[in-house]
């Protein structure tokens, strides 16, 4: 039996029909006729967690693991703002969330009633869409609430996949559950756009192999990257190819190698195409700002201007992926048409150029032995990842563990860099973990986790989910930021210096806690943390010095040279 309230079986029925298969849901009376609704639906599952802000990243870890969207439904007032950051995130990543909000009638608004805020529009420019549902009386009032829904879950889909906002309004009384059934409702279809492969062919692509030192450049990218990898394999036999663990797997290490380049012209491209969302290196980015590059195209999903490097010139509608598939294929019939020699020999000399200078930085980064670090915990995680035989992912939080990530990993990695926010990455990774096959491991920082501990207060998440907590007691990354340990705020304004430990939360919340003090412990921590059996998740923490950590990184950096 469903609700009485005609917008919510419609916004259910339609949910239903587009596909929508999760939901969030948080506690709250006004949104329980949505709830109730949801948990009535055969063909929605639903995922209780209490705190809002986790929800959000909950739901957006679920929606990387299907690659389809997922609601999160909160109740009215203060409840739904705390789905900002995860909404932002979310947006920026192209993987967006249907936010549903229940509300009270628009005459209760600004009245001083609880829970009373103006709710529609809250997002502002990080929500594509924006619906405020009406409560129908009559037809017409149905068919616009239809057509409102149809809206909003087709902009979660299309032209960069943005997250969208449902308002609910509801009046009472809320606990009427007296309806049969769900109303058959119209769905409106849409078809996708994708790369225009005749123009994007004719105006990019023939270009790019026509110079004589190309360069393809891949950001973060969440979709189908072990056959981006495979791609990209032809392609750097073309052109110099330059990614990161977020985009694809194989260790290029392009932060590194810039380093030994410096501003040697020999390396500097004539054609750049610029594919996928961010990249996390900042030497890359200053090196392809200051570039003197003829020409710069990008491969956009949201069909946006993202002029990151300063110098572009045209943008390519259309989802990475596509691009990286159609640049592979005309690679590989390159060699079926006239073309002209010398350029294609000059071309190849460049890749190869490129591609000798990341196997030597690669060998020296991989020779490099740290002292007992942060840096000595992820290179013996990431080792000890190749014997591992069952099906696993890894997502690392924002700041030191992500760079760290950059050096060692060799498979593709999930983080959270659409704003780069530390907020939420445990809540999205174990999201994730419930809609993944296999283990989801995090690798996170002592801030990050202990602001996002909230992801581990729930009954759902179970043994799939392993915790690598790299915990120096601050935050690690501002030791690298020079000058600012000349202030006399750096201590604990600016690094948040603490003595906090997981071991009480992981008490609290049924986790498996594993510490580690030295090498020895840590390598059997690792041992346990991959091995163990458990119904709940584990957590190894993995306590470091700060002054300890940034040495050896200074210490790695002067070896690479």
């Not at 628009?106 to 009633?113: G, K, M, T, V």
């Not at 078809?191 to 062919?201: E, L, N, W």
């Not at 210096?497 to 059997?524: D, P, S, W």
């Amino acid at each position: 039996m469903f609700v009485n309230k005609e917008n919510i079986n419609i916004l259910t029925s339609l949910l239903v029909a587009h596909g929508v298969r999760r939901a969030v849901v948080c506690p709250g009376s006004r949104n329980a006729p949505i709830v109730h609704n949801f948990n009535e639906c055969e063909d929605i599952i639903c995922y209780p967690v209490t705190d809002e802000r986790s929800a959000g990243f909950y739901a957006l870890g679920m929606s990387l693991a299907d690659n389809a969207p997922v609601a999160v439904c909160v109740t009215s007032g203060t409840a739904l703002l705390n789905l900002a950051p995860a909404v932002a995130e979310a947006s920026y990543r192209h993987h967006g969330l249907i936010v549903i909000s229940a509300d009270r009638p628009q005459a209760w608004i600004e009245q001083l009633d609880g829970q009373t805020l103006p709710q529609p529009g809250a997002f502002g420019c990080f929500t594509c869409k924006s619906v405020n549902l009406p409560e129908p009386h009559d037809d017409v009032e149905k068919w616009y609430c239809n057509r409102l829904v149809n809206e909003a879950l087709l902009a979660a889909t299309v032209r960069g996949r943005q997250s969208v906002h449902i308002n609910v309004p509801i009046s009472e009384p809320l606990f009427d559950f007296g309806t049969e059934s769900l109303p058959h409702e119209r769905k409106i279809n849409i078809i996708k756009q994708s790369v225009d492969i005749k123009t994007f062919s004719d105006v990019v692509v023939r270009r790019l192999l026509a110079s004589s030192r190309p360069m393809f450049v891949l950001g973060q990218v969440d979709t189908q990257a072990e056959q981006i990898e495979k791609l990209l394999n032809v392609i750097d036999k073309r052109m110099a190819v330059l990614t990161e663990p977020l985009s694809a797997g194989t260790q290029r290490l392009p932060d590194l190698v810039l380093k030994h380049i410096g501003k040697a012209e020999e390396y500097v491209p004539d054609f750049l195409l610029y594919a996928g969302d961010t990249v996390v290196s900042k030497r890359l980015k200053n090196f392809l700002r200051n570039m003197n590059c003829k020409e710069v195209w990008a491969v956009a999903e949201d069909e946006e201007v993202h002029d990151t490097f300063m110098c572009l010139k045209g943008v390519v509608a259309g989802c990475p992926s596509e691009a990286v598939q159609i640049i592979a294929d005309a690679v590989n019939n390159e060699n079926c048409e006239q073309v002209n020699i010398s350029v294609g020999t000059s071309a190849k000399a460049f890749a190869c150029r490129w591609n000798v200078l990341m196997q030597a930085v690669s060998k020296l980064a991989d020779s490099y032995q740290p002292a007992y670090s942060q840096m000595f915990a992820v290179k013996e995680f990431e080792r000890a990842l190749h014997k591992v035989e069952y099906p696993w992912q890894t997502h690392y939080a924002n700041s030191n563990a992500i760079r760290l990530a950059c050096i060692y990993s060799d498979r593709h990695v999930w983080c959270n860099r659409g704003v780069n926010g530390i907020e939420g990455c445990l809540s999205t990774a174990a999201g994730f973990s419930l809609a993944a096959n296999g283990v989801t491991f995090c690798v996170i920082g002592d801030l990050s986790f202990f602001y996002d501990q909230n992801a581990l207060w729930n009954t759902c998440i179970k043994g799939n989910l392993r915790i690598l907590l790299l915990n120096n007691s601050c935050g690690g990354i501002f030791y690298t930021l020079r000058g600012l340990r000349d202030s006399n705020a750096f201590g604990t304004l600016v690094s948040a210096g603490h003595h906090t430990t997981a071991v009480g939360i992981c008490r609290q919340n049924n986790i498996k806690y594993i510490a580690a003090r030295n090498e020895e412990e840590l390598c059997t921590g690792i041992s346990d943390l991959l091995t163990a059996e458990s119904e709940r998740p584990v957590l190894l923490e993995v306590f470091t010095d700060a002054e300890k950590d940034n040495t050896v990184i200074k210490e790695f950096m002067k070896y690479i040279g």
